[in-house]
DNA sequence: GTAAGTGTCGATCGATCGATCGACACTGTT
DNA sequence: AACAGTGTCGATCGATCGATCGACACTTAC
């Protein structure tokens, strides 16, 4: 086999590199998987990794922030919106959820494992972006709870719920199963409701509505 | 150091090192975690290991089997009692959902990492043991809405968004933060059943309201 | 045309991994 | 007293790990 050829492919490699360590990190852990499984999957040495990455944490941090980052992105203005109602901005905010961590899902790197292989810095790094979008839904059931949106005893708990009920359809949700997406989706906003016992605002109710169907 | 008294201690070691093993593959993962790192953390020579384990797989299969059998054995008499409503084998298999997670929790090893670890046969046997307590859960949210104690649209998603829920709790619970337990498990109950709509029957709610305070 | 910069590779380093082995201490049986 | 069975250990095996190095190909700038 000749010498790869060594175009200048910009950040194509490395972009590469990351989508497959992605997916051999989500499959089978961070310690699990080798400078040599990652370079193997992608078709270069392991040498090559060391001119995109300085080490392995690195490609895990990369992929860690970026995907929090989007994340953030994508949410927080939606929940800090407060031109909308709390239930409108909550339904958008599910729908996201559930596209984003299901588009993305090797990405969506969390636990104990993942944390220890970090480094301090990088730890804070990412629960410090974690615990924002987690802070701002909370203040958004919180906000829904003072307007009496929403009915909740305790809204820590609630939102705790909330995530984790969220969090957790990447881990048995197959695209080729028995359920569509959007099924899902719809399903998961009417849960999320009766979970925060979500008034039905006559006002609002369409307005909500409509964007839940999108 | 003097060599180490041979006195039989029986099955001790054997559960010592379950315990701890249990302890560092919840924080650090399996692969992450040697078994040198075990065997100092017992105290012992990494040869020891081999006298009570097979291998360093059967180590982990011992935990994961242990722990599902005991959950299976408290909580699958409780779903399957026809005698007691729905809502209140709920409320209890909540409570003990909850409990025991939290009290064995570094003995709950799941997710991909996990499965990855171990062989063919023993992913069936783990898959195959959680598969019992989803399915039985899953009979119970389907009996519920049959009697129209519940009110839920897919019984299966549900049923997803309440195992969840209940899983997520020993991510973030801590014993010696804001939270009382009793108070999580209190929330918990009901908030299981704002999210599957369940009726205040008349006749049963003292039944499943003295369960619940237990 | 040649020098600098970049990307890739094979070879290889020391460290650590899971696992094995033989030696030895202790207990209980005969 | 001799023996078998059990549990523990230090030493060590081959394999694999993350990471480094120098050599080489190719592009770009001058």
Known sequence: MARKKSLDQGPVLRGQILARASELFYERG????????IADAVEISSSTMYHHFTNKQEVLRSIVVGFMV????ATLPVLADGDRTVTDRLDEVIRIHIEMSDDRRPELLVGNPIRYALSVDEQEEGI????RY??????????????GELDVRDAGIATMALLDM???IR???APDGRLDREEVV????????????ARDTAGTESTAATAAAR
């Open 134 to 147: 987690h802070d701002a839904v909370l203040a958004l059931v919180e906000e829904g709870r003072a307007t």
């Open 186 to 197: 719809q399903d998961y906003i009417a849960l999320a409701r009766n979970l925060l016992r």
């Open 171 to 173: 881990e048995w949700y």
């Open 70 to 73: 989007d994340f953030n992105a």
């Open 166 to 168: 969220l969090n957790g």
């Open 128 to 131: 410090a972006l974690q615990a």
């Open 30 to 37: 961070y310690a699990a998987t080798s400078i040599r499984d």
